[in-house]
T-cell receptor, first 116, second 114 residues
Framework: DTGVSQDPRHKITKRGQNVTFRCDPI?????LYWYRQTLGQGPEFLTY????????KSRLLSDRFSAERPKGSFSTLEIQRTEQGDSAMYLC??????????????FGQGTRLTVV | AQSVSQHNHHVILSEAASLELGCNYS??????LFWYVQYPGQHLQLLLK??????LVKGIKGFEAEFIKSKFSFNLRKPSVQWSDTAEYFC????????????FGKGTRLHILP
């Protein structure tokens, strides 16, 4: 499978614990996005990378959230001191952005986080 | 800042009815526009996209959308829906000349009655 891969698919954690999610984008894609989706809502932008550079982080995002893409390939999203309000589906997407060519974003299956 | 507005939150239609889902965006410059679909239990998939050229865009499964720049709109249409079109539909936009982040609307839940 050469699509976007996310791990784990499901995570249940106790409030106050830290969690880390991984995303492996499509191999030739240089852009990587993280979104959060709750029931009945559209994907909410969290952050995005161009290669290893983090271009923007949502101003609505707590400092408990951090993301990295150290080698411009896979990315990790960490949530520290989880709260019940963090329960959501966390989506990763990737695309190819070049001067003369852009593609749409391809999405992974998501990681469903439940904070109890 | 970019934003996307989808007017219909929940639409119920009978099979063979025509469909039009509204989408408006706020950004004054060049935009790339997308419609994504999410079938129950599945991940987001692209229905169609507009980057440039013909403002009438045809996508998969008989869907099409028309970009009307003067109205900042990108409405999704299908002449005759099927039960299998039951899903959630999301409009999305990014500022083209800045290769900006992709912003999504809140979605429209479409339910087709057999």
């Amino acid at each position: 499978d050469t699509g976007v891969s996310q791990d784990p698919r499901h995570k249940i954690t106790k409030r106050g614990q830290n969690v880390t999610f991984r995303c492996d984008p499509i191999s030739e894609h240089n852009r990587l996005y993280w979104y959060r989706q709750t029931l009945g809502q559209g994907p909410e932008f969290l952050t995005y990378f161009q290669n290893e550079a983090q271009l923007e982080k949502s101003r609505l995002l707590s400092d408990r959230f951090s993301a990295e893409r150290p080698k411009g390939s896979f990315s990790t999203l960490e949530i520290q001191r989880t709260e019940q309000g963090d329960s959501a589906m966390y989506l990763c997407a990737s695309s190819l952005v070049l001067r003369a060519l852009n593609t749409e974003a391809f999405f992974g299956q998501g990681t469903r986080l439940t904070v109890v | 800042a970019q934003s996307v507005s989808q007017h219909n939150h929940h639409v119920i239609l009978s099979e063979a009815a025509s469909l039009e889902l509204g989408c408006n965006y706020s950004y004054g410059g060049t935009v790339n526009l997308f419609w994504y679909v999410q079938y129950p239990g599945q991940h987001l998939q692209l229905l169609l996209k507009y980057f440039s050229g013909d403002p009438l865009v045809k996508g998969i499964k008989g869907f099409e959308a028309e970009f009307i720049k003067s109205k900042f709109s990108f409405n999704l249409r299908k002449p005759s829906v099927q039960w299998s079109d039951t899903a959630e539909y999301f409009c999305a936009v990014n500022a083209g000349e800045r290769d900006d982040k992709i912003i999504f609307g809140k979605g429209t839940r479409l339910h087709i009655l057999p």
